[in-house]
Every structure is written in C-alpha cells, then in structure tokens.
C-alpha cells in the first residue's frame, strides 16, 4: 500500500497540484486537437476522414487501458505507475510534435494514450490515499474541475495556438510541463510500496481490449456509414460477445482485471451509472454548440471560442465549492440537486432558436453548468470513499472508462439524433449541416437536448430513491 504517513500529508496539497496539473494535460489533449484537424490534414496531406484517427486513437487506446493500469497501481504502487505514466505521455507528446508522417503521428497518439491512461487511471486513488476523509471531497473536487476544464478549455486554447503559431505547438507544449511535473513527482509523490504479490490477468485485459475497441470504432464510424451498416453491427455484436467472455473469465479468476465483487456495492454502482449519464448529457450539449453558434448565429470562431469558455469557468469556481460542501453536508444530497439543475438546464437550451439573445442562452448555460459542477465532485467523492484502499486504483480507473465511455456515447447519440431528425425534417439523409435549413437544425437540436434533459432526469429519479431510501433506514435505526 502506498504510505501515507504525516510527511506526505503535510505535502499533500503540492501532490494535488502535480496530479491535477498532470490530469489537466492528459485530458486537453482529448478535445484540443479538434480544432486544428483541417490545418493538420493540410499540412500531412491527408483526407479530413483519415486525420480523425489523430482523435480516435488516443480515445479508444485510453479507454482500452485504463483498467489494465488501475490494476497495476494496486499491483505496483499507484505513484511509480502514475510517474511512469507522465514520462510515456512526455515522450509521446514530443513525437506528436515533431512528425511530418500521419502514421508516425498515429503511433506517437498512441504512446500519448498509454501514458495518459497509466496517470488517469491512478489520480483519484493518489488523492483518496494522501487526502484525510474530512478533506477529500475537497480534493476529489479541484481534480474533478480540472478534467472538466481540460475537456473544455480544449477547442478554444487550440484554436488560440494554432492561429497564433501552428499545431504542432498543441503537443510541444506538453513538454515542459510533463518535464516540471516528473521532476516534482519523484521528489514528492509518496513512495509506492507494493500492495499485492499477484500477476497480472492477461487473458482479462486483452477481452476487455477485443471488446471497447470495436464499441469505440462502431460508434464513431457509425456516425459516418449509418449504424444499420453490416459491419457496424458485427462490430456491436463482436464487443458485446467479447465483454460477456470478459465478465464469465472475470468471475472465476482468483486475481481478476476487474473485481466484479466492487458492483455489489449499491452506492459505487449507482455513483458510477449517474457519471456516466451526466457526462453521455454534457457532451449531447458540447459537440451541438459550436454547430449552433457557426453555422445558426453566424458568430466568428473567435467569439464562438469565448461562448464556450463560459462553461469551464463557472465549472472551475461551482466545483471546488460542492467538494467542499460534500464534505460538510455529505454527498448524496448534492449529487441529487446537481443532476435535477443540469436536466433543467438541458431543458432551457432546447428552447434556443434563431432568435435567441446572447444574455439568454448565457443564462441557460449557467444553470446547465451549475449543476454538472454541484454534481461531479460529491459523485467522485461517492465512488472513491465506496472502495476499500487496496481498491483505489481499480474504481478510480472504472470512474475514468466511464468518463470517456460517457463522452463517446454523448457524441455519438447527439450526432447520430441530430441527423436523424434533420433528415426527417428535410426529406432525404443528410449528414452536415444543410445552408438555408437552420429550422431542420433547430429541430434535430432541440430534441437532442430534451433527450439529454431526459437521460439526466432519470439519473436524479434513482439519486432520489437511493437517498430517501437510505433516510428512511437511518429514521428506523433512531426509532
């Protein structure tokens, strides 16, 4: 187990700065390469179709990973594996930037994914394990915004280097950070000790790879060629066969990848299923926007880029705030309120239209934001307090999968709902936004949010029964 003696908790609010600072990173470079596709495309002279595998790969090889090296930091250590993580990720980031050759630069995306899964996977538990339980929710919180803010603060700092230098200062500028971090890491991180004499489940690891790669392939090339294709649907199939192998082999390994025993724990699975679905309705809201300001309000990307900053600004103050809050009022409560103001706060922005003032759309994505950030704190503190300590690194890399599992699904379902509308509207298949058509596009926006505004609701229905369940055995136990 890691040490947690008093030295390191003296230390532990510069451990936070170093995990965060190193979480942000790995998170930006999930969205902040979005914006400079075209350029890229341009300048490895490929087609805008091969280019997407720049953001696919480093999706798809995190999500494939990331539970492989959570069983590892409660193998290893969590620190020594979260180090190794920051040099890989280091690495990579300099290969990204210093290519000509989209197959180099695919490869090196990878390389980037293996060392970013290897820290995200092992944040939260660093954290949990350095952090007195009065002041993790706290902790968990500013870790929380920072992933938040990395997701978010992407598009338009990318926008910003790429006009103002070019992209491959998107991945150059990793490195003197992945540098500072590394160097403070191993002074300070706490020494990692090994917690468990086990091998590592190989057979498990390669199921669950064999079955989130071609989920993560289905749904975003769905987008593309239609999900009825045949080889999206055998891709579905194929995932769907090698996850039920995975939870049969799972179940009878004495050291399994994945404890399934961790799900017997009503409140871990419930805080899990409602991240998901907080973060499948935020990205419904995140891939629309933009579509929305561009190509309905006619804004310039620019001032597109300062809309969008709204978000992870409110988010970086409400969230810090919540983690605080949950650790006073506990987290149950706040999780409840968070999801209820985000599902009105979908619900506020399927109203938007041609006619929309900028006053009120920045009020709707306010409450919108406000109540993802009362959300995501007290529903990290949730999962990670649910576990035992030799458990950390496994539910914080689950917590991390689910996150990216929630995004690919959000884009997936928003895009997938949003042309399925506008071609209803429209007559024929269409798959882009259609000049001259804002009303088809309203349309199809407007039921993506209600959907959204749905999806988040259901999520407070089941926070709400867990929670007056629970009021009701603690008011027995008083009688």
């Not at 915004?145 to 070019?166: E, H, K, Q, R, W």
């Not at 003197?176 to 917690?195: D, M, N, R």
């Not at 090339?221 to 769907?240: D, V, W």
């Not at 900028?358 to 307090?385: E, K």
């Amino acid at each position: 187990m890691e040490s947690t003696n008093d030295s390191n908790y003296k230390n532990r609010w510069v451990i936070l700065f170093i995990v965060v600072m190193v979480t942000f990173m790995c998170t930006l470079d999930s969205s902040i390469v979005n914006v400079a596709l075209p350029g890229m495309a341009k300048s490895l002279n490929v087609t805008s179709a091969g280019i997407q595998l720049v953001v696919t790969s480093y999706l798809i090889v995190i999500s494939a990973a990331i539970l492989v090296f959570g069983r590892l930091g409660d193998i290893l250590g969590k620190t020594k594996v979260f180090k190794f993580g920051i040099a890989v990720f280091t690495v990579g980031s300099l290969f990204c930037g210093i290519t000509s050759s989209l197959t180099i630069l695919v490869i090196a995306r990878v390389v980037q994914a293996i060392g970013a899964a290897a820290t995200m996977a092992n944040n939260q538990g660093i954290i949990t394990a350095v952090f007195p339980a009065n002041e993790r929710g706290k902790a968990l919180g500013i870790t929380g915004t920072f992933v938040a803010l990395g997701a978010m603060v992407g598009p338009a700092l990318g926008g910003f280097i790429v006009d103002a230098i070019s992209w491959e200062y998107i991945f150059l500028i990793n490195i003197p950070i992945g540098i500072i971090t590394l160097f403070y890491g191993v002074k300070i991180l706490p020494k990692a000790h090994k917690t468990e004499k086990v091998k590592l489940d190989g057979l498990g690891a390669v199921l669950f790879a064999s079955a989130i790669i071609p989920l993560f392939v289905a749904l975003g090339k769905g987008q593309e060629i239609g999900f009825l294709h045949p080889i999206i649907l055998f891709a579905f199939l194929f995932s769907i066969v090698c996850f039920i192998v995975f939870i049969i082999v799972e179940k009878k390994r004495e050291n399994p990848l994945l404890e399934l025993k961790i799900f017997e724990n009503k409140l871990f699975s419930l805080s899990i299923f409602c991240g998901f679905i907080s973060f499948v309705s935020i990205f419904c809201s995140i891939i629309i926007q933009p579509f929305y300001l561009q190509d309905v309000l006619k804004y310039s990307p620019a001032f597109t880029g300062l809309i969008l900053m709204v978000s992870p600004l409110i988010l970086s103050v409400v969230a810090p705030i919540s983690g605080h809050l949950s650790d006073k009022i506990g987290s149950e409560i706040l999780t409840f309120i968070g999801l209820v103001i985000t599902s009105l706060g979908l619900l506020l922005m399927s109203t938007l239209n041609e006619q929309t003032s900028l006053m009120s759309m920045l009020f709707y994505i306010a409450v919108m934001t406000l109540g993802n950030g009362l959300f995501q704190s007290p529903n990290n503190s949730l999962i990670m307090s649910t576990v035992p300590k030799d458990k950390l690194g496994i539910a914080g890399s689950i917590n991390g999968l689910v996150r990216n599992l929630g995004m690919v699904c959000g884009i997936a379902l928003s895009t997938a709902l949003l042309y399925n509308r506008m071609s209803h509207k429209i007559g024929y298949r269409v798959t882009n936004y259609i000049v001259g058509r804002n009303d088809a596009f309203i349309y199809g926006m407007r039921i993506v949010y209600i959907t959204a505004s749905v999806i988040c609701l259901v999520g407070a229905v089941l926070t709400f029964k867990r929670l007056y369940g629970s009021r009701l055995k603690s008011v027995k136990a008083t009688n």
